[in-house]
């Protein structure tokens, strides 16, 4: 596969703040606030966000993940990968108001896969999806509230996030055709 595209860390952490600051106009005196980034993509990029939103509410925001292993629209079709992230929640989810955080949006069935992982562990007030990349080609009526960019791509293009916590001088993300 060859290179179509590239964002490179700074322009790639830009977006990142551009979806924190309009998590904090909406959400600047909400207590009962949580970024849930999806495993394992979802991961970095919910970490990344949620230093991000700190430093624009200036009050520690709580961080977890969730495993969608279990509710995958796929998994009579595919083996289910060792869990390396289990679902985390740091508060009580009920009444919450959650933001699923996710890397890439592609068809939808991860974030939908995610709801039902959510409601799994309880039923918040509300749920809004941050994603940095949409990449449209959707096959579920599911559309994000935040957006860092949007690229449509074709189906055989493949997206590739690398966001490291420890280091973003590298951070990037690549579109493969």
């Known amino acids: 596969m060859s290179e179509f595209a590239r964002i490179e860390s700074e322009e790639l952490h830009q977006y990142i703040d551009n979806i924190a600051n309009s998590i904090a106009d909406k959400h600047r005196n909400n207590e009962n ?6 495993a394992d993509g979802g991961i970095p990029f919910s970490i990344n966000l949620t230093r991000a ?3 624009k509410l200036r009050n520690p925001v709580p961080c977890g993940c969730v495993d969608i292993s279990f509710h995958r629209d796929d998994i009579g ?7 390396d992230n289990p679902t985390i929640l740091p508060i009580n989810i009920e009444g919450a108001t959650v933001i699923l955080a996710d890397d890439v949006l592609f068809s939808g069935r991860t974030a939908r896969a995610a709801l039902n992982e959510i409601f799994d562990q309880g039923r918040p007030g509300f749920i809004e999806l941050a994603v940095l990349c949409d990449r449209g080609n959707r096959r579920l009526p599911i559309q994000p509230n935040y957006i860092g960019f949007s690229k449509e791509t074709t189906i055989n293009q493949k997206v590739m996030v690398n966001l490291n916590i420890e280091d973003s001088s590298n951070d990037s993300l690549v579109i493969l055709s």
């Open 33 to 38: 606030l949580v970024i849930v980034g999806i």
């Open 53 to 55: 939103l700190e430093k």
């Open 77 to 83: 079709h595919k083996p289910i990968t060792s869990i």
